[in-house]
């Protein structure tokens, strides 16, 4: 997971500075293609097929897995690297939201006393975590809600709020087994078919516009993307544990970090007091959130770990 989040941090450097020639459509499409061959070159130097069992739960994890892609290629765009990336990160903090919000819509029978009836446990540590992970979010973007900007950290949230879906469909996928390559691949199928739905009803680069220097940048962001993915899905697959999950869910803030590094050296980004704090209240209540779910998970017994 380490691994993956500096590769993931690096692609957002290679889009940041392909976006000033391509839209965020053409980004998704290109790294859909580009991905599409590199999986396809591994899958068969491993000799596995890509055929599957389950086109369903793969088209539902593409579905929202480019939303999530296309949504953030557009934060990467119009803000600092880091802020667009602790943005995409705020999948744990929406995922407690959610369980808070269905806690208040419904009430549990407690066991052995009838007639009586309490909320789920951990609710209260659970809603801190909401409250201190959008504390952080204000904090962040307070230097940048300008213009544009406004608008592009709304984006930036959305493409949180969708990750947390996409991850949670990884985490499906390889407990019925399917490969990280086969995964990895229909994911980058559907990059390329909804990138190019898009760019054909919208606007795309002419390609008397194009130069070999502009291009360039199309192809590490292809397989930087591919590479990611395939971290981060075998990340989720060997953890064969809740306290397995834990640990990779809550690694993957170190992309955070090399984000900001990257933020600061290569585009001279200015990340104030107000920023990191609200980096840092974002991360700690992402990791409080994700040990408190697991928490909250009833314990499976030995064998079935």
């Known amino acids: 997971m380490v691994l993956a989040a500096l590769v993931f941090a690096t692609m957002g450097v290679c889009v940041k500075i392909a976006s000033d020639w391509f839209t965020s459509a053409e980004l998704v499409f290109y790294r859909g293609l580009i991905g599409m061959l590199v999986l396809w070159a591994l899958t068969r130097q491993r000799g596995l097929s890509l055929a599957t069992a389950y086109p369903g739960m793969h088209a539902w994890r593409s579905l929202i897995g480019v939303f999530s892609m296309g ?87 959305m493409s949180g709020l969708t990750a947390a879906f996409a991850y949670m469909q990884v985490v499906a996928l390889s407990r019925v087994g399917e490969p990280e390559s086969r995964t990895v691949f229909y994911f980058a199928v559907g990059s390329a078919v909804a990138g190019g739905i898009v760019m054909l009803f919208g606007s795309a680069t002419p390609w008397a516009e194009w130069t070999w220097r502009h291009a360039l940048w199309l192809l590490p962001v292809g397989v930087l993307a591919a590479v990611g993915q395939l971290c981060m899905t075998r990340a989720y697959a060997t953890a064969k544990s809740q306290a397995g999950t834990l640990v990779v869910a809550n690694l993957q803030y170190s992309g955070i970090v090399f984000a900001a590094v990257y933020s600061v050296m290569l585009f001279g980004d200015r990340i104030d007091a107000a920023g990191w704090a609200g980096m840092a209240l974002i991360v700690g209540s992402g990791i409080a959130a994700t040990v408190l779910r697991q928490r909250s998970l009833p314990k499976a017994p030995a064998e079935e770990h």
């Open 71 to 157: 949504a953030w290629f557009y934060a990467i765009a119009h803000l600092p690297l880091a802020t667009a990336m602790t943005l995409n990160y705020m999948s744990s903090v929406w995922i407690a939201a959610f369980l808070v919000g269905g806690a208040l819509l419904a009430w549990v029978p407690v066991p052995g006393r009838d007639g009586r009836v309490a909320r789920p446990p951990l609710q209260g540590p659970l809603v801190m975590t909401v409250l201190a992970g959008f504390a952080g979010v204000v904090l962040m973007l307070k230097p940048s809600v300008e213009g544009s900007q406004a608008f592009a950290g709304l984006v930036g949230l």
